[in-house]
């Protein structure tokens, strides 16, 4: 589904971010959104859990981005990120525990060199788990 934005708003409803193609720096679609990680407090986005296929769907997987990984390209209606597929086969193991965890937090921002949302101005209320 390709994502819609509204042109005089920033505003996106999540039913158009839900299958959004995301595509690496050379505009090749690697993956698309599965859902969102919302902080419940705050109502922050912290993350995309992003289905990447791979090649011929081997390393199929969902795997969390933080949500600053992703830039919205309006030209692809879809996302853009740096992230590889060698990037992501190696990003940490994640549970649905995984989210209690800030440590492996930590080394999920680590890994995609991404701003940790605690550390950003005016952070979650998550940032005292």
């Known amino acids: 589904m390709a994502t819609a934005a509204n042109r005089n708003t920033n505003l996106i409803s999540s039913q158009h971010i839900d299958s959004a193609a995301v595509y690496d720096t050379g505009g090749k679609e690697i993956g698309k959104i599965d859902h969102l990680m919302i902080d419940m407090v705050s109502g922050r986005v912290l ?3 992003v289905n990447f296929c791979g090649f011929m769907c081997l390393h199929p997987g969902h795997h969390p981005l933080p949500w600053t990984s992703l ?5 692809r ?3 853009v990120t740096d992230v590889s597929q060698d990037l992501v086969e190696s990003a940490p193991d994640y549970t649905d525990e995984s989210w209690m965890d800030r ?3 930590t080394r999920v921002h680590q890994h995609y060199s991404a701003r940790p949302y605690w550390q950003e101005i005016g952070g979650s209320t998550a940032a005292t788990r």
């Open 47 to 49: 993350y995309a859990v």
């Open 103 to 105: 440590e492996w937090e």
């Open 77 to 79: 209606r879809g996302y």
């Open 71 to 75: 830039k919205y390209d309006g030209d």
